[in-house]
């Protein structure tokens, strides 16, 4: 139960159970059914419990469990006494209008087992009830008292008898409330913890939670009513709370710009009891949400992902974060967890942006920055940074403090200075800024250069001057451009002022010349005239030529046409014409036929028939006029030209032909109307005519097979007949050639055979080429010859083998049948090449008289005998004489070589016709014998460490030397043990005790093996010095006298230790010593008022040695500095003189540090203590 606090409303839950059905109708008047099992929570304004309508049997039966009121309808059974709480209403008048659903608490009404409810106008009550029908109420006398165990399932029935067991319990304790008003609901423990205007520790899907404490630890939530979830909103509502119960994320390891954020999955621990309807997941999925405008501010996502921790990087310095995590599962997002909060480091500065310049003159540069981000802590000064003109790239400081600008004197007029800077807090420097180049001001301008023209126009003109020579690039420089027209007679006029380096004159006369010249002039004066120089403008294009016309007579090829110039030559004359031509009344491709300064052209080459569209424009200095109008003529017509020769269709019969062609190129101006084609053999000539007509194709009949016959062509239109075309023989089809005979085949060598074969009859055709097949199998041979030729000669066969060919002779009608096969065997020959010739390793090899550095062992791949068996092998390794192998193995060793020697090696199989070719060659190098140790000897020493170096190699050496070394020690024992093995020369031994004598040896190891072991190396550490001493403390006696004491060290190993006391006064540079010996104080009595004293003390180690005294001076301690005042009277010796009588000693970073975080931390309580009580309270 809960109230709110401005309505005061209590929330009512009615619980549904399995097979019954809830109508409520809501604020909008739609009315809603809700199927068990579920809990529809009700909001009762004035905390009345509103009237349920029952079926006859049954009864509402109203349960508080600590608050929380449910309504539960249950059969009326003799033993059943409603408590205090019940409330049956079967009045027909409607309930109270102030009952209304909680839309965000109701479980949907399910959509596959009821429909809407219709007839809404005919209901009066908010609330309906859906009563089962009378199938299920018909038989209730016929069953037991509880009457409903016929659609009630088990889970159900457990649930009835725990529910009445509990109203027996509870019967006993409210009889004394019986006639009583309903108790006021009783507040939500906190309001943060509510989800959907529930607590967060309450089902909002009606899951089973067991009894859990309260916030007071007083009394029990009552059990809940289990129920079985069927619907798909329920889950998600069940997900929702499990996703929702996760704990704020913890953050550590919080620097300046990062911080790791941690955090733990959703627990299904709720309300003190595990949840068990639902599959907890495995995996989840986060969302990081954070916020830098406190905590109830706008969140920002950064980070989404199945891990549970985060590092968050891009941070700001010394601000204030929030974060919250959010779970999710399967597009279900849960409630953000609560706000952690955290607070970012400071750090140095930010990098500012560069100076820039407030002021310059002759002698000096006034600069200006602004302050950048302080990264919480607060900017003490500020490093500007020059050059000092030099231009060299190095950089002094020139300026230290905490104004923002400066200024920089004594410089010179026209010098140019880069400058940098940077600033500085508690916690660092900052990187500098970009560099910047700043000029002084220097004296007026020298005499510019000429000004340039870079582009001329009609009516303007562009120009374009420079900056004068030895100018700075920064100064501000202002130019005047003056022109001069030549027939004005006005003189020079200024026509632009101001700093660009270009400007365009316009408004002026085309074809015109006009002089200029520039003058400079800034701050300090104005500059010479640069030289006049005089530039032209340009004239304009002429205007449109007349339009052409003809001239005399219009001839089938040409005609001549003429024009007149054009009215407006643009102010300049006129260089050339140019004539351009299309064909057809209304062609639109025009092509140039004419360029020249005359006024007439002979349109020649055309063809006749044709019309033809001509026009003209003329070109100047000024540009290009525009076209004339066109003028349109048309050729006479003539005979067509000559056709091509008629071509074949398809291909030639025995008897027949069939020509086609296609019309003449020139048709003459006219139609083609009418071909005629005659035809002669080709040893008569006969010609007559085969065709007339005017189709493109015709059938000629009637011929002789394998015979060639000539045809020609001709066209005719209005004009007449034209040219025959040339010739055309076409001979009938012929039949393809006779069958081969059997080729012969002559085996030359084991691997040539030559083949012969003679030509068969052509049956009209010339044979143009032979086919011939070759092939180790008779029934899958492959061409292997192509040509017109009657033999071939096939190479790289294999000896000893059985080879078969037939061969095919083919014409232009087609390919005749194939010859009889033929077989033919090469003769066996020498052994194959050896492949796969290759080193065996030294781990392969088990002979125990094996030396890599006098052996080599070799295998290899038996080759092909080529039909003789093999003898043999044949190893040539660069001796005179080769080594014989037998033909059993096919690996062997090299023994008795020379170390470190490379060798080449080839191997060459035998048989009884020969030996065979060489194989590839290899390369083997015997490996050397093992080295020699290097001498040893130590570089450098100290009283725990000893460098040793051996060998002429760097220091550090590559992992890849051939050499290894074995560098070995003495142990106490009195055996060597071992120190470093690897490539490098130099080794140091480390943790060694002073003063002790040590042995070392060395030995050398490469391929072949380990190296003697090299003489022993005796080398002596040395005695260590005294340790540095603390700062000593210094006590003041009186005006004139101190006392110094410092810590005492022990005696060194039987060594004494005295101590060395200096002190530097005032300005002095160097340190006295005041004292020597082997006290831990001393007082100093001559102290002057007013003066600084810097003490600082050392320890000295006493030697006693047997060959002599020898002292070993430590380092010296921190320098104190004591300054000596007067003695303040004693009434004010408890405070005021503190400062006086002790030493002056700065804090150093570490204390700083301290001190401003514990500050910073007590403001921040302060002002968050001030937050929660003023404002959110």
């Known amino acids: 139960m809960r109230k709110v606090k401005r309505m005061r409303a209590t929330v009512i839950l009615v619980q549904v159970n399995p097979g019954e059905a809830f109508t409520i109708r809501r604020e909008d008047g739609q009315f809603q059914c809700i199927t068990g099992p579920a809990q529809v929570p009700m909001m009762s ?483 010479n005239p640069s030289e006049i120089v005089e530039f032209t403008t340009c004239p304009d294009k002429p205007g449109v030529p007349v339009k052409p016309s003809v001239k005399g007579k219009i001839h089938s090829h040409s005609f001549k046409i003429t024009w007149d110039p054009p009215k407006d030559s643009g102010g300049a004359a006129i260089n050339k014409y140019v004539v351009e031509m299309a064909e057809g009344s209304n062609g639109n491709k025009w092509d140039m036929i004419y360029s020249g300064t005359t006024r007439e052209h002979l349109c020649d080459r055309l063809n006749p028939g044709c019309f033809y569209r001509l026009r003209v424009y003329c070109i100047s200095d000024g540009g290009q006029s525009a076209v004339s109008e066109s003028l349109l003529v048309q050729t006479p017509a003539v005979p067509p030209g000559p056709c091509l020769p008629p071509r074949l269709q398809g291909r030639p019969k025995a008897k027949e032909i069939q020509l086609r062609w296609v019309p003449p190129l020139v048709d003459g101006g006219s139609p083609i109307s009418c071909y005629s084609l005659e035809m002669s053999p080709i040893e008569k000539d006969e010609l007559r005519e085969v065709y007339q007509g005017s189709e493109v194709e015709c059938t000629v009949t009637n011929l002789l097979p394998g015979k060639m016959y000539s045809f020609r062509l001709r066209a005719a239109n209005k004009m007449g007949f034209g040219p025959f075309s040339e010739k055309c023989d076409i001979t009938t089809a012929p039949g393809p050639p006779d069958q081969c005979k059997p080729p012969q085949v002559t085996c030359r060598s084991a691997t040539c055979a030559q083949v012969n074969w003679e030509i068969p009859l052509s049956n009209g055709a010339d044979v143009t080429e032979y086919r011939l097949e070759w092939g180790g199998v008779e029934g899958s041979m492959q061409i292997c010859y192509c040509g017109p030729g009657l033999s071939y000669e096939l190479k790289g066969l294999s000896p000893a083998t059985t080879y078969y060919c037939r061969v095919q002779a083919l014409s232009a009608v087609g390919a005749g049948p194939f010859s009889e096969v033929v077989a033919c065997v090469t003769p066996p020959s020498v052994p194959a090449i050896v492949t796969r010739l290759q080193e065996i390793s030294d781990d392969d090899i088990e002979s125990p008289n094996y030396s890599p550095s006098t052996c080599l062992a070799i295998s290899w791949e038996k080759p092909c005998d080529h039909g003789s068996e093999i003898l043999g092998y044949s190893i040539d390794f660069g001796d005179k004489q080769p080594l014989a192998v037998g033909k059993v193995t096919t690996s062997h060793v090299i023994d008795n070589l020379q170390p470190d020697t490379t060798y080449r090696i080839r191997i060459q199989a035998l048989n009884s016709l020969g030996a065979g070719p060489f194989s590839h060659m290899i390369k083997l190098k015997t490996k050397p014998l093992p080295p020699d140790p290097p001498r040893l000897e130590c570089v450098a020493f100290s009283h725990q460490n000893l460098k040793l170096k051996w060998g002429e190699g760097t220091p550090k050496t590559l992992s890849t030397d051939s050499i290894q070394y074995h560098l070995q020690m003495e142990d106490k024992n009195g055996r060597f043990v071992s120190l470093y093995r690897g490539p490098c020369h130099t080794y140091k031994v480390q943790r060694l005790n002073e003063s002790t004598s040590y042995k070392f040896c060395i030995q050398a190891c490469n391929e072949a093996g380990e190296g003697p072991l090299s003489q022993e190396y005796i080398f002596t550490t040395p005695k260590s010095v005294p340790a540095v001493l603390k700062a000593p403390k210094i006590e003041k006696i009186n005006d004139h006298v101190c006392e110094i004491t410092w810590e005492c060290l022990q005696p060194m190993k039987g060594d004494p230790v005295i101590y060395s006391l200096q002190v530097m006064m005032g300005k002095d540079s160097e340190f006295k010593q005041i004292y020597k010996g082997p006290d831990s104080s001393f007082r100093y009595s001559s102290l002057q008022l007013n003066c600084e004293y810097r003490f600082r003390v050392c320890a000295i180690r006493q030697c006693q040695d047997p060959v002599g005294h020898q002292d070993l001076v430590g380092p010296y301690s921190t320098t104190v500095l004591f300054i000596s005042q007067r003695t303040e009277p004693p009434a004010s010796t408890n405070k005021d003189t503190v400062e006086s009588t002790r030493t002056q000693r700065a804090l150093s970073d570490e204390q700083c540090a301290a001190v401003i975080l514990v500050l910073f931390a007590f403001f921040s309580i302060l002002i968050a203590f001030i937050i929660q009580y003023f404002v959110i309270k």
Not at 145 to 158: I, L, P, V
Not at 316 to 337: C, F, L
Not at 407 to 429: E, H, Q, V, W
Not at 468 to 491: A, Q, W
Request: one cysteine or more.
């Open 45 to 527: 304004p004035n905390g009345s419990v509103p009237p349920i309508y029952v079926p006859p049997g049954y009864a509402p039966q109203v349960i508080e469990d600590n608050g929380v009121r449910r309504v539960v309808v249950v059969p009326q059974a003799p033993e059943f006494h409603p408590g205090g709480h019940t409330v049956i209403h079967r009045s027909p008048h409607p309930p109270l209008p102030g009952f209304i659903p909680v839309p965000t608490m109701m479980p949907p009404p399910p959509r596959h087992m009821y429909s809407p409810v219709t007839g809404a106008g005919d209901m009066a009550t908010q609330y309906m009830p859906q009563y089962p029908s009378s199938q299920v109420y018909g038989d209730v006398d016929a069953h037991s008292t509880h009457g409903r165990s016929n659609f009630r399932d088990e889970r159900s029935s457990k649930t009835y008898e725990r529910l009445q067991k509990k109203l027996k319990d509870r019967q006993g304790t409210q009889k004394d409330k019986m006639s009583s008003p309903p108790s006021s609901p009783q507040k939500s423990p906190s309001p943060i913890n509510e989800h959907n205007g529930l607590s967060k520790g309450q089902n909002t899907s009606s899951i089973h939670t067991g009894s859990a404490k309260n916030k007071s630890g007083k009394g029990k939530v009552g059990s809940q009513v289990d129920i079985e979830i069927e619907e798909k909103d329920e889950e998600t509502k069940a997900f929702e709370t499990l996703l929702s119960n996760i704990v704020k994320p913890m953050a550590s390891d919080i620097q300046a710009r990062t911080v790791v954020l941690t955090w733990s999955p959703p627990s299904s621990f709720i309300n003190g009891e595990t949840e068990e309807t639902i599959a907890v997941p495995e995996f989840y999925g986060y969302e990081i949400l954070v916020s830098t405008t406190g905590k109830d501010g706008k969140y920002k996502s950064v980070y989404v992902g199945e891990e549970t921790s985060v590092t968050l990087n891009d941070l700001k310095p010394a601000t204030d974060y929030h974060a919250k995590v959010q779970a999710e599962y399967n597009s279900v997002k849960g409630t953000p967890s609560e706000a952690e909060s955290f607070t970012t480091l400071s750090c140095e500065p930010d990098i500012p942006n560069p100076p820039r310049i407030a002021n310059r003159t002759k002698n000096s540069l006034t600069l200006q920055w602004k302050a950048p981000s302080d990264n919480g802590s607060k900017i003490q000064s500020f490093i500007l940074e020059w050059d000092e003109g030099k231009g060299n790239g190095e950089f002094c400081q020139c300026y230290m403090g905490s104004q923002k600008q400066f200024k920089i004197t004594k410089l010179s007029p026209a010098m140019g200075c880069k400058f940098r800077l940077s600033a500085k807090n508690d916690y660092g420097l900052s990187g500098f800024s970009e560099e910047v180049l700043y000029y002084t001001s220097g004296c007026a301008p020298s005499m510019p250069a000429s000004p340039v023209l870079t582009k001329a126009g009609v009516t303007w003109l562009s120009l374009q001057w420079s900056k004068p020579s030895g100018t700075p690039s920064d100064e501000g420089i202002s130019y005047i451009l003056e022109m001069e027209e030549e027939t004005s007679g006005y003189g020079f006029k200024p026509k632009y002022n101001g700093e660009d380096l270009a400007y365009t004159v316009k408004n002026l006369r085309r074809s015109t010349k006009y002089k200029f010249k520039i003058i400079a002039y800034n701050s300090e004066g104005k500059s």
